[in-house]
């Protein structure tokens, strides 16, 4: 995975970028630019702040966990963050923030499909999703990167499976 640089119209240019093993200073700072419904959408449920497991963990980069993160010019901070964590030969689950204030500007679906190219690159053929019930944007971002085979409750949240392939 290479840096890139994505010119968007409409919304903001994109610098997209992997992110490094180990890199927790990066996930942070994305995470502090979540308001509280935004982490309780991204975590699927109240998410004040991120441990230092936690923090470890969304920032270890292997053979099975891919991130990419989005940087718009002009702005210092990182603003949105794509991951894949590979769960067999074939499948990956992906979950993505945006900052609040690049919300619904197209940057989650920009940095998304740009994983999903990485992860076809990567022999991955479909992706999963868990979300609550009550994202309707989550779901609608992942109809627009990939061809949605499958929704439904597991427990409290609603699980998306799509096709990538």
Sequence with gaps: ?????????????????????GDAATVLAVFERLGADSRRARFNGPKPCLSEAELAHLARMD???????????????????????RTSRGSAEIAFAVADEYQHKGVGVALAAELVRDAR???????TALTSPDNPAALALVRRIARVVDVRFEGPELSIRAAIA
Excluded: K
């Excluded at 940087?71 to 964590?85: E, F, H, K, N, T």
């Design 121 to 127: 690159l990567a022999g991955i053929t479909e992706i």
């Design 1 to 21: 995975m290479e840096t890139r640089y994505l010119t968007r119209r409409p919304g903001p240019d994109l610098i997209v970028r992997p992110l490094r093993n």
């Design 63 to 85: 053979g099975s966990h891919f991130a990419l993160v989005g940087w718009v010019p002009g702005d210092p901070q990182p603003v949105a963050i794509a991951r894949l964590a």
